[in-house]
């Protein structure tokens, strides 16, 4: 079993940064593959990015590649993501995923952790 604490989130001005934190438990998470994914109101939960179990390989969702950046500190059990020139429309509850695999997708449902998210807001 894996679980998923999401830190980090709040409300910045557009233009700023955030960088959320993601705390995991579980004796095998220097083998799962991990991801972020996000849920603005109305619509539904959308990929990204994600990080190998090592931290070599990452792949990100083109509304955030640039921006965003994902890593992993394996010693702490911990990946992050540090969001840079946040927009209006990178306002959105960000969860934190889990794969049971080494190698990240872009599809939630290969994911079975999740944790309960955090709010990022991004005022105008």
């Known amino acids: 079993q894996v679980q998923l604490v999401e830190s980090g989130g709040g409300l910045v001005q557009a233009g700023g940064s955030l960088r959320l934190s993601c705390a995991a438990s579980?004796?095998?998470?220097?083998?799962?593959?991990m991801g972020w994914f996000r849920q603005a109101p109305g619509k539904e939960r959308e990929f990204v990015a994600t990080?190998?179990?090592?931290?070599?390989?990452?792949y990100y969702a083109d509304s955030v590649k640039g921006r965003f950046t994902i890593s992993r500190d394996n010693a702490k059990n911990t990946v992050f993501v540090q969001m840079n020139s946040l927009k209006p429309e990178d306002t959105a509850v960000y969860f934190c995923?889990?794969?049971?695999?080494?190698?990240?997708?872009?599809?939630?449902?290969?994911?079975?952790?999740w944790g309960r998210g955090t709010q990022v807001t991004v005022s105008s």
């Open positions: 995923a889990a794969r049971t695999t080494g190698w990240g997708t872009s599809n939630q449902h290969d994911y079975p952790y």
């Open positions: 579980g004796r095998f998470f220097n083998y799962h593959a």
């Open positions: 990080i190998s179990w090592n931290g070599v390989n990452t």
